[in-house]
C-alpha cells in the first residue's frame, strides 16, 4: 500500500523495465516491480488474494514456512522475468501469490493432504487457463494484460521453495 501511495515518478524508477534492468544495471526494479499495481484496484485484488491464502494455508503451515516459501516466490517471479526476453514491462504481486499457492500446498500435504492436493490441482488448472488463453485482462485495467509468464515463473519458485522446505524438514519415520 506504501508503494501505490509515492509519486507517480518513483514508482516509475521501481518497475520492471526489461532495458533499465539489462542494460542500466538497474536490478532493485526485480523487486520493486512487485510491490506496485496498476492502480488500487489492482492492488485490493491482490491483497484479498494474500488474505485467502493466508486464511487457507496458516492454519497447517507456519508463519516463518510461508514466508519462506513466499520468498521463493518472489525469487522466482524475478528470476522469470530476467528470463523472459519478450517481456518489457511489469507491475504486480500476482506471481508471488501464485508461487505462495503451491509452495503453500506442498507444506500442507503433512497436515492436510486433500485440501493440498485440491489446491495443487487447481493450481495447474488454473496456470494452464493463463497459458491456454493467453491471459485476458482477469480484471486489470483497459488495455493492460495479465503476464502469465510470471504467474508460472512465480509458481515454480515456490513449488521449490515448498518442495524444499518440506524435503528437508520432513520427519524421520520408522520402518
Known amino acids: 500500500m506504501l508503494a501505490a501511495a509515492l509519486p507517480e515518478p518513483w514508482q516509475d524508477a521501481l518497475s520492471y523495465q526489461r532495458g533499465a534492468v539489462v542494460e542500466g544495471l538497474q536490478g532493485w526494479r526485480l523487486l520493486g516491480a512487485q510491490a506496485l499495481h496498476l492502480g488500487w484496484p489492482h492492488l485490493w485484488l491482490n491483497l484479498g488474494a494474500w488474505l485467502l491464502l493466508c486464511l487457507l494455508l496458516l492454519p497447517g ?7 519462506l516459501v513466499l520468498a521463493g516466490s518472489v525469487v522466482g517471479t524475478a528470476s522469470g522475468l530476467l528470463l523472459t526476453p519478450g517481456l518489457a514491462w511489469y507491475v504486480g504481486f500476482s506471481g508471488a501469490l501464485h508461487g505462495v499457492l503451491g509452495g ?40 493492460a494484460r ?6 508460472v515463473w512465480g509458481s515454480l519458485g515456490g513449488l521449490l521453495a515448498g518442495g524444499l522446505h518440506w524435503w528437508f524438514t520432513r520427519r524421520p519415520r520408522c520402518v
Open 104 to 143: 503453500g500446498a506442498i507444506l500442507l500435504l503433512r497436515a492436510r493432504p486433500a485440501l493440498a492436493a485440491s489446491l495443487l490441482l487447481g493450481l495447474a488448472i488454473k496456470l494452464l487457463w493463463d497459458v491456454l488463453s493467453g491471459g485476458g485482462s482477469g480484471g486489470l485495467p483497459a488495455g
Open 61 to 67: 503451515v507456519s508463519a516463518r514456512s510461508l514466508s
Open 146 to 151: 495479465v503476464v502469465v509468464e510470471a504467474h
